[in-house]
């Protein structure tokens, strides 16, 4: 059995439902975090990582047109104890956001809050397959999608910079006031 049994205990339950739902929502919170420190390091890291994300996203809209793998309840395999929409399961859109965020910040030496999102990532993988919505193959995927697309994305970074500088430049014009009523205070 690769998910959850049809008895499983309400507390596990509960616990796949939190790693498999509501983990994924710390990620991007990571990223606003490293936004908004004003710290052109931070700024260029964060945006190295939505970058990554979308791109690594794109890439799994492609793979599932192309190669639709359904879900372990499409099958039917297992017990399912998350409602899910009946799309493809391969890559795992989650999985694959959660490391591709996750690789640009160890790619940028943030080893620290890397390693606590890849920690975070790994709940993120047991949840999904736990509550019967993926398959391992599916984690599997997505980390290699994400961790493709972040080494890309690094690759390019002379070419993105200018592009990110715009941003900067906007980011200080709408929200500079932060930043200055912070060194304030």
Known sequence: ??????????LLLTLGNICASWLIF?????????WFSFKPENQ???????????VALCVNIVIGYFFPHPRPFMVPIGHTFLSHGADASFPSDHMTLACAITFS???SRKI????????????IAWG??????????????????????CWSVKKAENHLDPLFSHLYRLNNFLFGHLRINREKS
């Open 26 to 34: 710390i990620f991007p919170l990571s990223l606003l975090v490293y």
């Open 44 to 54: 260029r890291v964060a945006m190295q990582a939505l970058t990554a994300g979308i």
């Open 112 to 123: 620290q809050a890397g390693l606590s999102l890849l920690l975070l990532s790994l709940f």
């Open 128 to 149: 999904r397959i736990y509550m019967g919505v993926h398959f391992p193959a599916d984690m599997l995927g997505s980390f290699t999608v994400a961790l493709l697309c």
């Open 105 to 107: 910040l160890l790619f």
């Open 1 to 10: 059995m690769i998910n959850a049994p049809a008895h499983a205990s309400s």
